[in-house]
Structure formats: structure tokens, C-alpha cells
């Protein structure tokens, strides 16, 4: 059973450009969650999703920042116009069910803002 | 408002040595508490958890960790450190509040093991 996967694992972009990184969770795993963690800090939460709707995205900044999980195809965290404050280490979990199911992370995308 | 400190930012110990990893959380009911590694470059990988029943905990790679309800800790501990334990070192607290789990964490302990 292949864990979560995330890609791509390293992303570059130039202020103004659009990241679109994407994650697939583990077979059989219909909740995913995205954390952003910066540079010497821990992960904080940024939004959490089960197919095709958008639970709880109170940790997502209100402007720029996007996510969704299709019925078909792997969840997508989409940042718009990035600026440098933006560059850091995106991590997607997934779990079998909401509550008290553990969360397995994958390897992350590191985002770099030139 | 659920949060984890974890007041050591760097440790170093040697290797053959014991590990004990401090956590602290804040939280308002009996919390779900993890312990995530992450070797550089690399996601998070889970080595233990607390959900309830025995406040010991075992987990993979000879880790251990104990909850103690009193003092709002969750420490990890190792017996005997490896190199290959040299990692960061996340604790977590997940919250239930809002019907599903979201995981608040630390900063993270930064654990070097000299020879």
C-alpha cells in the first residue's frame, strides 16, 4: 500500500506566478489534510478536505490561497500571484475517516519564491 | 485555544545514551497526543500515539512515551539513542473540537547524537 505522495517535491517560482501542488492520499483514504510549515517552526494547519467539498479552511490565508479534492484525481493546494513569504515546506496527510484516525503525512513540496 | 510547547529547541546526546523529550500541552478534555519524526528533507512519520487507556505508550524504533494527565506532558523517551535517530522531533496535540481531528503542533526538538 503506497503511502501518501506528494508532487512535485521541490517547486521554484517567481513572484507573481501561480503553485499548484498536488497530493494523493493513501488507497482507501478519503480526508486529507494540507500543512504549511516555515522555515524553524512546527506545522500549522491549513485546510482540511473529503472529496468534492471543502470541510474546515480556517488555517488557509483568505486571498490567494485555494484547495480542492476532486471525485476523481488527487487534491490540489493552488497559491496564486505567490510572494516570498510563501516559500516553505507544504505537507498533505491523509486519514481513513475524520475522527480519531490517524493522520499520515506525506514527504512534502518544498515551495521556493525567488 | 489547544497549543504544544516544546521548550528544547536543540539536543545533543551521545550515542548509546537516553533520550527524553520534553512536550507540554494545553488543552480542555483528554487530548489525542502524537509523536512525529522528521529526518531532513523528509515528511513526517509517526511514531507513537495516546488515544486513552495506558498512559505508557510504545512505538516504533524503541520509543516510548508516558501522558501524564497532572502535569499536561507527553514526553518521549528512548533508552538508548542511535545515530540514526538524529532528526527533528515533532509532539502534537490533535483537537476534536471542530468534529474532526486537527493536529496542532510544536516547534519541534532538533535531536543531534554525537559518537
Known amino acids: 500500500n503506497a503511502g501518501v505522495m506528494q508532487n512535485p517535491r521541490h517547486l521554484v517560482r517567481r513572484r507573481g506566478q501561480e503553485a499548484r501542488l498536488r497530493c494523493s492520499p493513501m488507497?482507501?483514504?478519503?480526508?486529507v489534510y494540507w500543512y504549511r510549515q516555515l522555515p524553524e517552526e512546527g506545522l500549522k494547519f491549513m485546510v482540511y478536505?473529503?472529496?468534492?467539498?471543502?470541510?474546515?479552511e480556517s488555517g488557509m490565508p483568505k486571498e490567494r490561497f485555494s484547495a480542492e479534492f476532486p471525485k476523481e484525481g488527487p487534491s490540489i493546494l493552488r497559491i496564486q500571484q505567490v510572494v516570498r513569504g510563501d516559500s516553505a515546506a507544504y505537507f498533505c496527510?491523509?486519514?481513513?475517516?475524520?475522527?480519531?484516525?490517524?493522520?499520515?503525512f506525506g514527504p512534502g513540496t518544498r515551495l521556493t519564491v525567488l | 485555544a489547544q497549543s504544544v510547547t516544546q521548550p528544547d529547541i536543540h539536543i545533543t546526546v551521545s550515542e548509546g545514551a537516553s533520550l527524553e523529550l520534553r512536550c507540554n500541552y494545553s488543552?480542555?478534555?483528554?487530548?489525542?497526543l502524537f509523536w512525529y519524526v522528521q529526518s531532513p528533507g523528509q515528511g513526517l512519520q509517526l511514531l507513537l500515539k495516546y488515544f486513552s487507556g495506558d498512559t505508557l505508550v510504545q512505538g516504533i524504533k524503541g520509543f516510548e512515551a508516558e501522558f501524564k494527565r497532572s502535569q499536561s506532558s507527553f514526553n518521549l523517551r528512548k533508552p538508548s539513542v542511535h545515530w540514526s535517530d538524529a532528526a527533528e522531533y515533532f509532539c502534537a496535540v490533535g483537537s476534536m473540537n471542530t468534529g474532526f481531528q486537527k493536529l496542532v503542533f510544536g516547534t519541534g526538538t532538533r535531536l543531534l547524537v554525537s559518537p
Open positions: 496527510a491523509s486519514s481513513p475517516g475524520p475522527s480519531g484516525d490517524t493522520q499520515y
Open positions: 488543552y480542555g478534555a483528554t487530548p489525542y
Open positions: 478536505l473529503q472529496k468534492e467539498n471543502i470541510i474546515d
Open positions: 488507497k482507501g483514504h478519503s480526508h
